[in-house]
């Protein structure tokens, strides 16, 4: 079974906190080749993680 | 001529002033965790006090920031179980759980309900002080008990398991939380800077 949009964002926000198995990984992958809605929520992940280290650490 | 150029002092240096240098950074640090602008000051000061007192600990392994941060990290924790025993928080700010939140995002066939838009480069709103307000106002708007778990991890850096234990939550719902946070985090920022065009 292909991962929904909801699973895949699940899985997306796991990857910030634990490893994902070798089997999930690939999932997402292929979720994200075929979702440019969902690639958009990996990369938002990505910078609000970074955005407030940032903001934490700012001088 | 000869310049005499001074030996570099090999012992480390946690001089007061030194110390107090990292003052604001500190109080950043806790208002993020504690969102109490009191218990936050609380926090800083007896980190402050117990590095000036502890200053011969510093081993000059790490930087004095990293030094400080261990220490109020310990503080913060004090905080929070403290204030955890005086008044626990209610199991959620709002009547509908964590899981309900986020399945209220989607369809039922799990399509997003509102696809996430393209934020474009956002890395150069780190410069745009106008985006740390709405970012401050998106942070405000969680609900404590998600943002406590959810800054544990981001703020502090914390991994789930010990999340897990200081909340006395599973795993399965610690990810949930913290799914459910950036979840949240996304739609506001979306809607308060990303999406509105008139920024």
């Known amino acids: ?59 | 001529m000869v310049f005499i150029v001074p030996a570099q002092t090999t012992e480390p240096v946690a001089s007061p002033a030194a110390i107090g240098l990292e003052r604001p950074y500190l109080l950043r640090y806790a208002r993020l965790q504690l969102r109490d602008p009191a218990l936050a000051e609380d926090a800083v000061q007896e980190t402050l006090l117990a590095a000036v007192e502890g200053a011969a600990r510093f081993s000059g392994k790490s930087t004095l920031r990293t030094w400080l941060t261990g220490i109020l990290k310990h503080k913060i924790m004090d905080q929070l179980r403290r204030a955890g025993r005086e008044q626990p928080l209610a199991g959620f700010d709002d009547d509908r759980s964590e899981a309900e939140i986020i399945d209220s995002l989607f369809l039922q066939n799990g399509h997003w309900r509102e696809f996430p838009g393209n934020w474009g480069n956002p890395d150069a709103e780190l410069e745009n002080s106008r985006f740390w307000s709405a970012f401050e106002l998106c942070l405000q708007r969680l609900p404590a008990r998600t943002a406590r778990a959810f800054t544990m991890r981001e703020v502090m850096d914390l991994p789930t398991e010990e999340i897990c234990q200081e909340l006395g939550i599973t795993a399965t719902n610690c990810w949930v939380i913290l799914h459910r946070a950036r979840l949240t985090l996304r739609e506001c920022l979306d809607l308060q800077w990303f999406g509105n065009t008139n920024r």
């Not at chain 1, 926000?13 to 440019?36: I, K, V, W, Y």
């Open chain 1, 1 to 59: 079974m292909m991962l929904n949009c909801k699973q895949t964002s699940e899985l997306l926000s796991q990857g910030q906190d634990r490893p994902l198995t070798t089997f999930e990984s690939m999932r997402l992958r292929l979720h994200l080749l075929l979702c440019a809605g969902c690639r958009n929520f990996n990369q938002q992940l990505e910078f609000m993680r970074a955005a407030l280290r940032h903001y934490r650490d700012r001088d």
